[in-house]
């Protein structure tokens, strides 16, 4: 494999790539973007796609094999490209055929109608608006329930295409209504000002829930080249330099097990079945090891270019990091302010919530569930009859109005008993977004302060994310509940930040002191418990009951030490799992089981066996 010097450090500084103009430069930021070596892939795409079948809008039977989107070994350099793209709205074949397809009148059979802007930098492909959610901007009778993210691909020259070159590049199905993404890849040919039609095949997924089969979908799509790309080749590839730059170091899978002691990463990612599975990792040493991820039409083939939809992850990044910001800028006063104050919610009771108690689950605001709080269950009540009416409702008014419906107090006080809510953290993602508007101006928004002030820091560029839907087609309110479309390479840089005790070159970003506390039991919540009975840590003797706190679920766990600590985790439903551990180990598990498959031993979203895994990879 080449160098990858451009990107050997984690966190390079921006603007360290373009000190060097050589060709081996992109060769290295190339291995960055497609986790491969330089052609070296299996193929060639011109048997899987040949030109005639690019020339043409013939439907296949099928998707090809993935091979068919990377360079082959005797690839050729391509010609430049630059322009703006218009993909005109086209029907997609799925397989399995959706037996709901149409949601809130949008079809989910139609892939959108959307202008992408692209510039050639070397053999990368880069996108102008890579890492954004792209809405439906063309017009059509029926609207597309879709948008796309485009990701950095590669242009290249294939034998057999005569003066035509390749572009091909990584692209996610997401939409407004849920955190569900389809990853996927498009294709098209280009010559002095002329493309052909887009080929495009969506092949991995993240977990379902509106459309609940899991499928994949193919198509082609008639396109017309216009002016060229905005933002200009020479500011494009500046900004692009930079942020592959910025990326951490990554490395396969099979080069941590190499070094690993034998046989200690085997099964890593179970109890969860293989074919559920869609990419594990870990980060080590400041460098993020990846396996491939696995498609009936082969690995992805840019894994690092992949965005997932890992739902309730967001519950431990959105909120926690948005709450450590404000304590580190205004002082922690800022956990006690009551969320009531700050978003108008009719219960009065919410004027006793605090924003931890909403952060921890323990609002005392729900009433679907029963009573029972010793032994407690947290999903007592959760998914309730008017749940769907409560997700699907488009604007940040028509959430309230049914969280106002249908949302009644319990009996206890807030802090002493924890129910799993979504509703409870998207109230509290609207209120911070009330207290930043009292100390910023109207136009603050919660989610742009994420952005501008933790993420972009830690070199993460771009930060799509599911927001309400508004009256003119607006997007309003980011849900803090799920909704966020991340890579590896931010999962990993947010998880460093948090070990990091919130500090990155230097700067104090996140408030230190409650920073560090998430690596602490201190002021967790039992998850089986009522703490107004036993504010206390679970017997010595039990290994089942979780705690919970800002978002985080905290895993008991007894390794060699003999002793038992809590592994701080974030998860998302159906066994996305990315947890921290106290060697500096990150790992990850991306999913997309539905419904959660059972065991014997109970649901296979435990992240117990992985947590053995990592234990003998360096022991904890």
Not at 172 to 197: I, K, M, S
Not at 229 to 240: F, P, T, V
Not at 354 to 377: C, H, S, V, Y
């Amino acid at each position: 494999m080449l160098s990858q010097s451009p990107v050997a450090t984690p966190f390079a500084a921006q603007g360290k790539f373009m000190a060097i103009r050589r060709p081996s430069v992109y060769m290295g930021l190339l291995l960055a973007v497609a986790g491969i070596g330089c052609r070296g892939w299996a193929g060639p795409p011109g048997k899987l796609l040949p030109a005639d079948l690019l020339h043409s809008n013939r439907q296949l039977s099928s998707p090809v094999e993935n091979a068919a989107y990377l360079p082959a070994q005797d690839a050729g350099t391509a010609e430049p490209f630059s322009g703006t793209i218009k993909i005109e709205q086209s029907a997609m074949a799925t397989l399995p055929v959706l037996d709901q397809p149409v949601i809130d009148g949008r079809d989910a059979r139609l892939f959108p109608g959307v202008r992408l802007g692209f510039s050639s930098m070397g053999e990368i492909l880069v996108p102008v608006e890579r890492g954004e959610t792209v809405k439906e901007s063309l017009p059509a009778k029926v609207p597309s329930y879709w948008r796309v993210i485009p990701q950095f691909g590669r242009v290249w020259k294939e034998q057999g295409d005569g003066a035509w070159s390749r572009a091909a590049f990584p692209l996610t199905l997401v939409n407004d209504t849920e955190n569900h993404a389809h990853q996927g890849l498009a294709t098209f040919l280009y010559h002095h000002g002329a493309v052909t039609g887009l080929r495009f095949q969506f092949i991995q997924q993240s977990t379902p829930y509106l459309i609940p089969q899991h499928f994949v979908a193919w198509g082609w799509a008639h396109t017309t080249l216009e002016a060229a790309a905005d933002g200009g080749g020479k500011a494009l590839h500046i900004a692009a330099a930079a942020e592959l730059a910025d990326r951490m170091p990554a490395r396969p899978w099979s080069e941590l097990v190499k070094s690993a002691p034998p046989g200690a990463l085997d099964g890593f990612g179970a109890p969860l079945a293989p074919e559920w599975v869609v990419l594990t990792a870990i980060v080590r040493d400041g460098t993020v090891y990846y396996s491939d991820s696995a498609t009936a039409y082969g690995a992805y083939p840019y894994p690092l270019e992949m965005r997932f939809g890992p739902r309730s992850v967001l519950k431990s990044i959105g909120a926690p990091l948005a709450l450590l910001r404000l304590a580190q800028v205004y002082g922690p006063y800022v956990l006690n302010l009551k969320v009531g104050d700050y978003v108008p919610v009719a219960d009065p009771k919410y004027r006793r919530v605090r924003f931890i108690d909403a952060a921890d689950m323990a609002t005392g605001m729900g009433g679907a569930g029963t009573l029972q709080t010793n032994p407690n269950n947290v999903y007592d009540g959760y998914i309730d009859p008017h749940y769907d009416a409560w997700y699907l409702a488009p604007s940040q008014a028509g959430k309230l109005r049914e969280i106002d419906a249908h949302n009644s107090p319990y009996p206890w006080e807030p802090g002493t008993v924890m129910r799993y809510r979504d509703q409870d953290f998207y109230l509290l993602g609207a209120a911070l977004e009330g207290f930043l508007k009292t100390v910023r101006g109207p136009d603050a928004d919660i989610w742009d302060m994420l952005r501008t002030e933790v993420l972009a820091p830690i070199g993460i560029h771009h930060a799509p994310t599911v927001r309400t839907r508004e009256s003119g087609g607006k997007d309003g309110l980011a849900w803090l509940c799920a909704g966020y479309y991340p890579t590896l390479d931010d999962l990993a840089k947010i998880a460093t930040l948090y070990q990091d005790r919130g500090a990155y070159g230097g700067r104090q970003i996140l408030d230190a002191n409650l920073t560090a506390a998430l690596f602490s039991t201190d002021n967790t919540i039992r998850q089986n418990t009522d703490m107004a009975l036993e504010r206390r840590l679970p017997p010595d003797g039990d290994e089942r009951e979780m705690l919970y706190k800002m978002g985080f679920h905290y895993y008991p766990y007894i390794g060699r030490s003999g002793k038992r600590i809590y592994v701080p985790t974030m998860r998302g439903s159906t066994g996305n799992l990315i947890t921290l551990y106290p060697n500096r180990i990150i790992s990850m598990r991306l999913t997309k089981a539905w419904p959660m498959p059972k065991t014997e031993a109970g649901t296979e979203e435990s992240p117990t066996l992985i947590m053995k895994a990592v234990d003998r990879l360096e022991p904890y």
